[in-house]
């Protein structure tokens, strides 16, 4: 890490517990900064302690709390020191996962809730995305397209390729922070969504509107591309009520 200009001790408050939360902060910024990777080396405790001008129980604490957010992971041995584990937007979104995993497996949330937030989550993701697509983002979605077509929902290959469309959509957004918020839809709502409907869900379905969502972001239509991923959440919606069994509520038209 680079050397501060100021004197470490104008830096940080005297209390232990004060100075390990602005060393965990610091080592934030500086990973956010330097755009630093998993797997990438940040130092040793003996030269971070040095840089901030602290002792290494002090910067041990305010590791732990890098720690426990996912953030970085400690290596002992010749070769040990501070590594990267995820990048601070990847660790806000494993928090996020595991909260809502546990709602969802304690049943204080709903898989249909789930898909309501998700229309406020990726209808506006779709229209920034085909803000800001290339013609590589429009490849990369029809790809994906491609490599789920013959494969029946629920398969591997089929949901894996329906991940990587959504991903797609979420980067090419270009906005971190969204992309952060929305990775529980794909590692928590996704696997549970396709295990519950998969035996009822027509993927000839799920492929032409991800067709219409990859035709409005390759001709750089934000309106048409909101328009399309909500006709695709709409109809998932859909599905997952005539599975459920329940009745739409009252002014809420079913899709055909």
């Not at 934000?222 to 459920?244: G, K, N, S």
């Amino acid at each position: 890490m680079a050397h501060a200009a100021e004197h470490p001790g104008d830096r940080f408050p005297r209390t232990r517990s004060d100075a390990s939360e602005h060393i965990a902060l610091e080592i934030r910024r500086y990973l956010e900064r330097h755009e630093l990777q998993p797997g990438d080396r940040i130092g040793t405790e003996q030269e971070l302690a040095a840089e901030f001008g602290v002792s290494r129980p002090t910067l041990r604490e305010g590791l732990r709390l890098l720690a426990s957010s996912h953030l970085i992971r400690v290596g002992r041995g010749r070769a040990g020191g501070i590594f990267v584990a995820r990048t601070p937007n990847e660790g806000m979104s494993r928090n996020v996962s595991e909260s809502i995993a546990m709602m969802l497996a304690t049943e204080s949330v709903s898989l249909g809730e789930l898909l309501d937030a998700r229309l406020f989550l990726e209808v506006p993701l779709a229209g920034l995305a085909a803000r800001h697509a290339d013609e590589e983002t429009a490849a990369r979605l029809q790809a994906a397209i491609e490599d789920a077509q013959g494969n029946a929902p629920g398969t591997e290959p089929f949901t894996s390729a329906d991940a990587r469309f959504h991903r797609i959509v979420a980067e090419a957004a270009g906005n971190p922070l969204l992309h952060a918020f929305t990775g529980w839809i794909l590692e928590i709502l996704q696997p549970n969504l396709v295990a519950h409907i998969s035996g009822t869900i027509d993927g000839e379905d799920i492929l032409r509107q991800h067709r219409e969502i990859q035709r409005a972001v390759r001709r750089r239509q934000p309106a048409a591309a909101e328009r399309a991923m909500r006709a695709h959440i709409e109809h998932l919606q859909a599905v997952l009520r005539e599975v459920d069994g329940v009745t739409p509520a009252p002014g809420r038209r079913p899709l055909p």
